[in-house]
């Protein structure tokens, strides 16, 4: 029997990942090829006319399992009955603009959006937060929106997941499908964590360790890191516009692993709120490793943090606790 259509909010769809990000959701890439979607996309005034556009462009393509389109700039409207909220419009940093500025104005929008999305999205609808400072907005919608559960709330670093396992698959000449277990710890910024000391590779002998394969400490500690934290800005100097395809591309994998589980064996970083796991301090939303399973992330337990590690997941905790002041000193 054919399933019913899921209804897939996508905030900021006429920017550029929206518009990277709602074919594929239309295509079945986020949520399954026998799963029917209505795609409602909300954006602002001046982006109505751009907003439209996509629409359009949606119709032309004829994708078999789209079954409607809302486009509109009405917040209330967009979030009616959606089951799954991808949360990637917000207020860029413009010139001459400080930090506090920036994060007030995404502030006051994640404050609104989360009212509209408690008071009309569909029971248990899931949210990802793709909007930068894409943790701390997602903390703030989940402060406004008391009634979603706070599992349900996260945000995208599986972009940065995906970042690590494709520098460790051009380093080793290895499929990437065959590198699993990266994690990456912390914030979505220059001071996340990408750990490979539980990764590993699949190869003919069986499955072995990154760090044994690459026999190279000084580059995984070093060079690996800090590429994979500063990837986003590396995109930003060659394009002149931020990461778009890989963004949208890696939402869908996030939302996908979240609704149809992770394969057995194998983990993905998700931005979820702390319980406390690995001594993060509860209350703030940080990347760890997680399984999923019937709709449900459970973060994987028990996993060895060494002394390096350690001041590394700190540093990243650190950040967020000075990014969630920041963002409450905006709402006083
Ligand atoms: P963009 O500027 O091309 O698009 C953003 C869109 O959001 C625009 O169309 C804008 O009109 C819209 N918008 C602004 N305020 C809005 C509001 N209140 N409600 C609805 N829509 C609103 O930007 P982009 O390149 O698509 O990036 C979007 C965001 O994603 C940025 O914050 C970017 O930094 C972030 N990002 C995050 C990751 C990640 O891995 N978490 C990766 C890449 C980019
Ligand atoms: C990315 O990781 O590509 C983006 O978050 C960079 C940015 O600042 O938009």
């Not at 994708?63 to 809302?70: A, H, N, S, T």
């Not at 699993?180 to 490979?196: F, L, M, R």
Request: glycine share 6%; aromatic share 6%.
């Amino acid at each position: 029997m054919a399933k019913e259509p899921l209804r897939v909010l996508v905030t900021g769809a006429a920017g550029q990942i929206g518009y990277a990000l709602v074919p594929m959701i239309a295509r079945g890439v986020m949520l399954g090829p026998d799963q029917p979607v209505i795609l409602h996309m909300l954006d602002i005034a001046p982006a109505a006319e751009a907003l439209n556009g996509v629409k359009m462009e949606l119709v032309d393509a004829a994708f078999p399992l789209l079954k409607g389109v809302v486009a509109t700039t009405d917040a209330v409207e967009a979030c009616t009955g959606v089951n799954v909220a991808v949360m990637v419009g917000g207020f860029p940093r413009k010139e001459g603009m400080e930090r506090k500025d920036v994060m007030s104005k995404n502030v006051s929008i994640y404050k609104s959006q989360a009212s509209a999305l408690e008071k009309h999205a569909a029971a248990n609808c899931k949210v990802l937060v793709v909007a930068n400072p894409a943790n701390t907005n997602a903390l703030i919608l989940k402060e406004f929106a008391p009634s979603i559960p706070e599992k349900n709330i996260t945000c995208l670093t599986r972009l940065d997941h995906n970042r690590a396992l494709g520098q460790i698959s051009e380093r080793l000449n290895v499929q990437v499908s065959d590198v699993k277990n990266v994690i990456i710890w912390g914030n979505h910024s220059s001071t996340q964590y990408p750990d490979v000391n539980h990764a590993t590779v699949k190869t003919s002998a069986g499955e072995k360790p990154v760090r044994q394969l690459v026999a190279n400490d000084e580059w995984l500690n070093g060079e690996f890191i800090t590429t994979v934290q500063q990837r986003g800005a590396a995109i930003i100097k060659a394009r002149k516009l931020s990461s778009a395809l890989s963004a949208a591309s890696s939402a869908c994998d996030h939302i996908r692993d979240w609704v149809l589980g992770t394969p057995e064996g194998t983990w993905v970083s998700m931005g979820v709120y702390s319980d406390g796991s690995y001594n993060v301090p509860a209350g703030l939303i940080y990347s760890f490793p997680v399984t999923c399973k019937n709709g449900e992330w459970s973060i994987v337990q028990g996993l060895p943090i060494d002394e390096f590690s350690r001041k590394k997941l700190d540093l990243t905790a650190q950040e967020l606790s000075e990014e969630k002041a920041l963002a409450y000193s905006c709402l006083s």
